[in-house]
């Protein structure tokens, strides 16, 4: 662009046409736009490159989550976070207001309790490594039903006594509808729609995925249940995060 800039800009007025010469003359009026645009985008790809670090976990940006390694994460803007005022019902009818509980580590996954299809697997594969998940005494597994009318606290214990789910820091949570749906869709990119023929429209339903977030509650690892690859993955982040905020 610059190029093409400079060549209108070197054109003789006498050799082109009047509607050219006044093209040219409107360039020249814009031209310090132009170059302070030109720079400012320059600038702002600087602040967003980032190199991954073997010894680091990315965070995530923007709409897209694209992942960024920095060390000061205060002080960029639109990395995934979990809201301040993100408050949830868990399974013992409390209210839990994420920021009253802070916390060094946390998985987030998304599920209903009467799912027949991902949701007993990936409730499974986190039962399976609860050997290896002992070794970060202070994390917690937050799992967030997507169908909060109908997942009341009482079907929520009553989905943890199915499971013999006896870790104490392993959370059910219903709450509002629009409150769920935003943090899944926003903070955590699980914005995957199903058609439902009941209601004979696109509405939002779960996703596969673990969510890690870290201290200071930036989503900083995305993971599948589906499979053993990603959940050993998400043991070694674990290993890994923990160790850098000790």
Same mark, same amino acid.
């Given at each position: 662009?610059?190029?093409?800039?400079?060549?209108?800009?070197?054109?003789?007025?006498?050799?082109?046409?009047?509607?050219?010469? *006044?093209?040219?003359?409107?360039?020249?009026?814009?031209?310090?736009?132009?170059? *302070?645009?030109?720079?400012?985008?320059?600038?702002?790809?600087?602040?967003?490159?980032?190199?991954?670090?073997?010894?680091?976990?990315?965070?995530?940006?923007?709409?897209? *989550?694209? +992942?960024?390694?920095?060390?000061?994460?205060? =002080?960029?803007?639109?990395?995934?976070?979990?809201?301040?005022?993100?408050?949830?019902?868990?399974?013992?009818?409390?209210?839990?207001?994420?920021?009253?509980?802070?916390?060094?580590?946390?998985?987030?996954?998304?599920? @209903?309790?009467?799912?027949?299809? $991902?949701?007993?697997?990936?409730?499974?594969?986190?039962?399976?490594?609860?050997?290896?998940?002992?070794?970060? +005494?202070?994390?917690?597994?937050?799992? $967030?039903?997507?169908?909060?009318?109908?997942?009341?606290?009482?079907?929520?214990?009553?989905?943890?006594?199915? @499971?013999?789910?006896?870790?104490?820091?392993?959370?059910?949570?219903?709450?509002?509808?629009?409150?769920?749906?935003?943090?899944?869709?926003?903070?955590?990119?699980?914005?995957?729609?199903? *058609?439902?023929?009941?209601?004979?429209?696109?509405?939002?339903?779960?996703?596969?995925?673990?969510?890690?977030?870290?201290?200071? !509650? @930036?989503?900083?690892?995305?993971?599948?249940?589906?499979?053993?690859?990603?959940?050993?993955?998400?043991? =070694?982040?674990?290993?890994?995060?923990?160790?850098?905020? !000790?």
């Amino acid at each position: 662009m610059i190029s093409w800039i400079s060549t209108l800009l070197r054109m003789n007025p006498k050799k082109t046409n009047p509607q050219n010469h *006044f093209f040219q003359k409107k360039v020249r009026a814009l031209l310090p736009l132009l170059i *302070f645009l030109i720079a400012l985008s320059l600038v702002m790809c600087k602040e967003t490159e980032s190199k991954p670090e073997k010894d680091s976990l990315p965070y995530f940006l923007g709409k897209d *989550f694209d +992942p960024v390694w920095t060390k000061d994460p205060g =002080a960029m803007e639109s990395l995934k976070q979990i809201p301040e005022g993100f408050q949830l019902t868990n399974h013992l009818g409390h209210p839990y207001r994420w920021k009253d509980h802070p916390k060094p580590v946390s998985l987030v996954v998304f599920f @209903y309790a009467t799912c027949r299809g $991902i949701c007993p697997l990936i409730t499974k594969n986190i039962i399976q490594i609860q050997p290896e998940l002992a070794e970060f +005494p202070d994390l917690e597994i937050h799992s $967030i039903s997507i169908n909060p009318k109908e997942d009341t606290p009482s079907v929520l214990s009553n989905y943890r006594k199915l @499971y013999k789910i006896q870790n104490p820091n392993w959370f059910f949570h219903t709450g509002e509808v629009e409150v769920i749906e935003s943090f899944a869709k926003s903070t955590c990119g699980a914005e995957v729609e199903g *058609f439902s023929l009941e209601k004979n429209k696109y509405e939002f339903v779960h996703t596969e995925n673990i969510f890690l977030f870290d201290g200071k !509650n @930036y989503l900083r690892g995305i993971y599948r249940a589906k499979g053993t690859g990603d959940i050993q993955r998400l043991v =070694a982040d674990l290993r890994l995060i923990t160790k850098k905020q !000790n």
